[in-house]
């Protein structure tokens, strides 16, 4: 008793079975693995008896190749057909079932000659069809053939052209349909090694520099930093009363964004008048304007040694800057303290403010120290110090009242560093870079972020008085549970020692800032009726929006920040040929280095107990992934001088370098609090 088998299309496969049942439309069929499944008899394309379906495969499949696809398009008629019939036509009388099984599989696998109809039935393509489906084909194989040769030159040390035009994006924003990303595919895939590895060693990244800004760039500017070309917005400063002040700012001689200036006068009866000033783009960038979506857009400056990529084009920024000499539009608010330096009264004005002098703290830092701030200021040759006398007494006020708040004093022991790198714009990779160190909490500094804080704590409150919705910054919790959020209802700042915060006095880089200044300036205008004039309504959506877009953006430019300073730490090393240095041992096996805003992994560090004073000696940084081999050699003593060697390590091998890896994730260590000058 013969078998039935069937040969039947199942999803647009070809596939063979025995026949276990028919009925009228389907049939019980079992595949030779066993599979049992029902199909439509329609799928049923070419029933047989012998030989076995494995042996009629592996028959037709050796004769698909041997098939002449051109010679069978001629034989097919040029309307639609059966298999049956071009077989009988190609191999001439009766074919048997093995080479009827041949034809149908090279008429099902050419798509571009034969066009599938239902049941095994096909029409043929147009000649204008073939010709193109065969170009089409030939391309791809010419093409293929190139992804080949191209990937066997990268892995053996030579980058090809077209791998090196596209190097960055392909990095960073890889386009996987390109023949480029397939050719770096394939080579990572027949080498085993990396792509970055790959690329380096074909010597495709000649500038690690180049190689940061250009991961920035494409995430977050992928369409350049320039901006769109849009007439600058008129505001009508001349119709704004002029302030009848002698303002000044304080910051570092790189600033061009001057945001804020500072004012005060003696009252009398011993009180005090101080006005902060802060530069107003508010009053031009309305709500959804042009240059408002640009600058959300941005939300921030970005900042990195050397550069800086603004918020705002330079036109805008001249345009409000508190620069020396100008009387700009600012959004004043006035202090009015008793001669105990508390404050009874504040007044939030729109106005034009008289700017005398942009004071940099980098060239008076060393003139202008708590000592001289409480002698005679007719004696001291820096400029404004009777004004500066007066603020520092108010400044160390608002720190202690704060500090009240607290519970605790606030750590000023820490130092900040100042990048100046030079030559960035002839050469980035031979650009020059020094590192200042500068004492955190310097009189000038805490001058600035006093009144910073006092002026966004007091705005906050104002806002939320008034019933007006503002972005708030917040902080709550101790420890590995402290918390900073962002949001928009006035909540304590648990670190900062206020009970509200809202970030007001950097608009001109901070769009958080540019918000929170138009609700002060309808506050301001409006009084109480303020939020039907206000731009932004309570619960506004575009609220919520603007907050998770900033908080995304200022995080990822801040990460941005934090590697560029590495990069340039890296690079002062080399430059100044610094192979050792004393450091301090952190936790878990990190050193943070003396003089530098260096902490890495170091190995001999893990077992040493926090505080432990060592000396480190480095291997040869990596620029790119900015890893940096470090080793404790020594342990010192309380004074630096060396107690006893390290114990000997062995020079790092491959299982070390997982050890020495911190590069581009590993974060500076920073305190626990957000500090005054990280808040304004």
């Given amino acids: 008793m013969s078998v039935n088998y069937v040969l039947f299309e199942d999803s647009g496969k070809l596939a063979t079975a025995r026949v276990l049942s028919r009925a009228d439309a389907s049939m019980q069929v079992e595949m030779a693995s066993g599979k049992r499944m029902k199909i439509k008899a329609q799928q049923a394309l070419l029933p047989f008896d012998a030989p076995s379906p494995d042996e009629l495969l ?85 093409q293929q053939r190139q992804i080949e040769a191209d990937a066997a030159e990268l892995r053996a040390g030579n980058c090809p052209q077209a791998i090196s035009e596209r190097l960055y994006s392909l990095l960073f924003k890889p386009d996987k349909n390109s023949v480029e990303y397939k050719t770096l595919a394939l080579a990572v895939k027949q080498s085993g090694q990396g792509a970055l590895h790959l690329l380096r060693a074909a010597g495709a990244i000649t500038s690690p520099w180049h190689f940061h800004m250009q991961r920035f760039l494409l995430e977050y500017f992928p369409k350049g930093t320039g901006f769109p070309a849009l007439p600058l917005p008129e505001v009508d400063s001349g119709t704004l009363p002029l302030a009848d002040v002698e303002a000044f700012s304080i910051d ?195 001058i600035v972020a006093e009144l910073m804080i006092l002026a966004n704590a007091t705005w906050g409150g104002w806002l939320a008085e008034l019933g007006l919705p503002a972005i708030y910054r917040s902080q709550s919790g101790f420890g590995a549970n402290l918390r900073t959020r962002m949001g928009t209802r006035a909540a304590p700042h648990q670190g900062l020692g206020v009970a509200q915060y809202a970030w007001c006095t950097s608009p001109l880089r901070r769009y958080t800032d540019l918000l929170n200044q138009a609700q002060i300036i309808a506050a301001a205008r409006h009084g109480r009726t303020a939020p039907l004039a206000a731009p932004y309504k309570p619960k506004d959506a575009q609220l919520y929006a603007v907050v998770s877009a900033f908080e995304d953006a200022y995080a990822a430019y801040a990460t941005f920040q934090r590697g560029m300073e590495r990069y340039w730490t890296l690079r002062y090393l080399s430059q100044q040929h610094i192979e050792q240095c004393a450091a301090t041992v952190l936790r878990e096996g990190l050193v943070r280095v003396d003089g530098l805003p260096l902490v890495l992994p170091a190995l001999g560090a893990a077992d040493l107990p926090r505080g432990a004073r060592v000396r480190v000696q480095f291997g040869a940084a990596d620029l790119v992934t900015l890893e940096l081999p470090c080793r404790v050699i020594e342990h010192l003593d309380a004074a630096g001088a060396a107690a006893m060697p390290a114990e000997t390590e062995s020079s790092a091998g491959d299982d070390d370098d997982a050890a020495l890896a911190g590069g581009l994730q590993l974060e500076v260590d920073r305190p626990e609090e957000e500090t005054p000058a990280a808040a304004t």
């Fill in 252 to 446: 570092d001689s790189a600033t061009t964004e001057i945001d804020d200036a500072l004012s005060v006068r003696g009252l009398d009866g011993g009180g005090l008048r101080l006005g902060v000033h802060i530069a107003a783009p508010a009053l031009a960038l309305v709500r959804d304007s042009a240059w408002d979506q640009v600058a959300r857009a941005r939300m921030s400056t970005v900042y990195m040694p050397g550069d800086k990529i603004t918020m705002l084009p330079d036109a805008l920024v001249d345009a409000f800057t508190l620069a020396e000499g100008s009387a700009r539009p600012a959004l004043s608010i006035y202090f009015t303290f008793d001669a105990a330096l508390e404050v009874v009264a504040h007044e939030t004005r729109v106005e034009r403010v008289p700017i005398v002098a942009n004071l940099r703290h980098d060239l008076l830092d060393a003139q202008i120290s708590a000592e001289s701030l409480q002698a005679d200021p007719a004696q001291q040759p820096y400029p404004c110090a009777a004004e500066l006398a007066l603020l520092w007494r108010v400044a160390q006020k608002l720190r202690s009242g704060r500090e009240q708040v607290r519970g605790r004093p606030e750590r000023n022991d820490g130092v900040d560093y100042t990048f100046r790198v030079s030559g960035l714009e002839q050469d980035a990779d031979t650009a020059r870079v020094d590192i200042v160190p500068r004492r955190r909490g310097a009189p000038l500094d805490l």
């Fill in 58 to 142: 592996q028959w037709a499949q050796a004769q698909h190749d041997d098939i002449d696809l051109d010679l069978l398009w001629e034989f097919a008629p040029e309307d639609e057909f059966g298999f049956a019939e071009v077989a009988a036509d190609y191999y001439g009388g009766a074919p048997d079932v093995r080479q009827q099984a041949a034809v149908l599989l090279r008429l099902h696998g050419a798509p571009h000659y034969f066009q599938r109809r239902a049941k095994g039935r096909f029409r043929k393509a147009s000649r204008e069809t073939v010709l193109a489906a065969l170009a089409g084909i030939a391309r791809r194989l010419e």
